[in-house]
T-cell receptor, first 111, second 112 residues
Framework: KQEVTQIPAALSVPEGENLVLNCSFTDSAIYNLQWFRQDPGKGLTSLLLIQSSQREQTSGRLNASLDKSSGRSTLYIAASQPGDSATYLCAAPDSNYQLIWGAGTKLIIKP | DGGITQSPKYLFRKEGQNVTLSCEQNLNHDAMYWYRQDPGQGLRLIYYSQIVNDFQKGDIAEGYSVSREKKESFPLTVTSAQKNPTAFYLC???????????FGPGTRLTVL
């Protein structure tokens, strides 16, 4: 059964730094992996979807990587800004195609 | 504007009441989902529907019911059988099961 873990639960960094968020999964036979952003009290916004055949996917200052052999995905944020402060969640489909979610990493960018 | 709407934003329920949360999408998506989010936990799937007039239970369906009579609508009823319904409820839709999911703004349900 697929399990998804995100460590750390919270992260605080100064503005301007590059940073990496981690996502681990137990079943390497995944179809894809998705990264989302959630602002407090709001719904989720899709950031990137990386297919199992891909190693990386980029959107602006965001870059997601996928390493199925190690069961790991990372979300790299370049030149962080206070507006990047949010909770970031990753999710991977299980064998029934339904998303299994990590608990998220709460990111705080200090001005 | 294309998107997903949920209403109400806040909902208060008394013990023993059934309440219905609305979810509407104009993205022409076939698949729709209901999730529950509790503090410090990942999203948990309540129900999902891949096509009109069909839906399946997720991991925590007990105490909840849904209908999918129209492609654009997927209402969720929280029944009195749900013992701990206080949570943030999120509706989502996607073109297909493995495609990007798009979320509504959520409904926060509180039991008084």
């Amino acid at each position: 059964k697929q399990e998804v873990t995100q460590i750390p639960a919270a992260l605080s960094v100064p503005e301007g730094e590059n940073l990496v968020l981690n996502c681990s999964f137990t079943d390497s036979a995944i179809y894809n992996l998705q990264w989302f952003r959630q602002d407090p009290g709001k719904g989720l916004t899709s950031l990137l979807l990386i297919q199992s055949s891909q190693r990386e996917q980029t959107s602006g200052r965001l870059n997601a990587s996928l390493d199925k052999s190690s069961g790991r995905s990372t979300l790299y944020i370049a030149a962080s800004q206070p507006g990047d402060s949010a909770t970031y969640l990753c999710a991977a489909p299980d064998s029934n195609y339904q998303l299994i979610w990590g608990a998220g990493t709460k990111l705080i960018i200090k001005p | 504007d294309g998107g997903i709407t949920q209403s109400p934003k806040y909902l208060f329920r008394k013990e023993g009441q059934n309440v219905t949360l609305s979810c509407e999408q104009n993205l022409n998506h076939d698949a729709m989902y209901w999730y529950r989010q509790d503090p410090g936990q990942g999203l948990r799937l309540i129900y999902y529907s891949q096509i009109v007039n069909d839906f399946q239970k997720g991991d925590i369906a007990e105490g909840y019911s849904v209908s999918r009579e129209k492609k654009e609508s997927f209402p969720l009823t929280v029944t009195s059988a749900q013992k701990n319904p206080t949570a943030f409820y999120l509706c989502a839709s996607s073109i297909g099961s493995l495609d990007t999911q798009y979320f509504g703004p959520g409904t926060r349900l509180t039991v008084l």
